[in-house]
């Protein structure tokens, strides 16, 4: 019997010259800790989107992908982006296989905003992929591409671009994971005043989720925290360019913010 996994997101963004974040996860599967990550990539989405001469284009931090962009989405999340991550966790002395959403059926979706092209909003998650490669030995690495479901619609059974963030949140929620840890570019969650709030419960963030406060990319993050703690311990949003983030945060160091339950 598995013990409850942790989840983590790492962001494109924070894989930079002073990030440890591939050598902490190495460190704790060494150590025993069943770990399961959901990988960005949207910064070189980005770069090859404008190679093609497509502009990107985000509502509520979420990309919006019309079909040229879809093809682009899953050729660099599940293709290089993954690959690369695999690659180096490898080489560091880590035991993991790359997978997407569409794999197994792990992650399927639909298409609730047409607006926003073809990016799916989860509607189920097949946890056993992750479980069996978890058994095994390895670390599941997951590009956040997801599988349409099966509708008899015009896209059923065929990829769909989905929120990286968003996928982390409903994967620790349905895996009843231990933590979430999203792995960020910034401090954590920000007050008005730019002060990092340490500690909210669901009713604070959900509070703070409506307000204007927070834009742009943390509103998928904050927004998965809230999903993810329905079923999990709690969730945590860290700056993961500092050199042992995530073991500090795992060995209770975080100096982020941390979402709980509201009791």
């Keep these: 019997m ?6 983590v997101k790492i962001g494109g963004s924070t894989l930079g010259n002073h990030d440890t974040s591939l050598k902490d996860l190495v460190s704790l599967q060494q150590q025993g800790m069943n770990v399961v990550v959901i990988h960005g990539g949207g910064n070189v989405i980005s770069e090859w989107m404008q190679r093609q001469g497509i502009a990107p284009h985000f509502v509520n931090g979420l990309r919006v992908t019309d079909a040229p962009s879809l093809e682009i989405v899953v050729a660099v999340l599940t293709g290089l982006v993954n690959k690369e991550l695999v690659c180096s966790l490898q080489e560091l002395g880590g035991n993991t296989i790359g997978i997407s959403g569409t794999d197994g059926g792990l992650v399927e979706a639909h298409i609730a905003k047409p607006e926003l092209g073809f990016v799916g909003e989860v509607t189920n998650v097949n946890t056993t992929p992750i479980i069996n490669i978890l058994e095994a030995g390895y670390i ?3 590009a956040p591409v997801a599988l ?15 929120n990286g963030d968003t996928v982390a949140g409903e994967i620790a929620r349905a ?13 954590g969650i920000m007050d008005s005043n730019g002060r990092v709030l340490q500690h909210l419960d669901q009713r604070r963030a959900n509070i703070l989720l409506n307000s204007e406060v927070i834009s742009g990319g943390m509103i998928p993050k904050l927004d998965a925290c809230i999903r993810a703690i329905e079923t999990s311990s709690y969730a945590e949003i860290i700056d993961g360019r ?9 060995n ?6 941390r979402i709980v339950k509201t009791y």
């Design 148 to 162: 349409h479901r099966l509708d008899g619609t015009e896209h059923s059974g065929k990829p769909l671009n989905i």
């Design 2 to 7: 598995l013990s409850p996994p942790i989840v």
């Design 252 to 257: 209770g160091q975080s100096e982020g913010t």
């Design 140 to 142: 599941p690495m997951i």
């Design 175 to 187: 895996l009843g994971a231990e933590r979430l840890i999203f792995l960020t570019d910034v401090q």
């Design 242 to 250: 500092q050199p042992g983030a995530l073991l500090n945060c795992v």
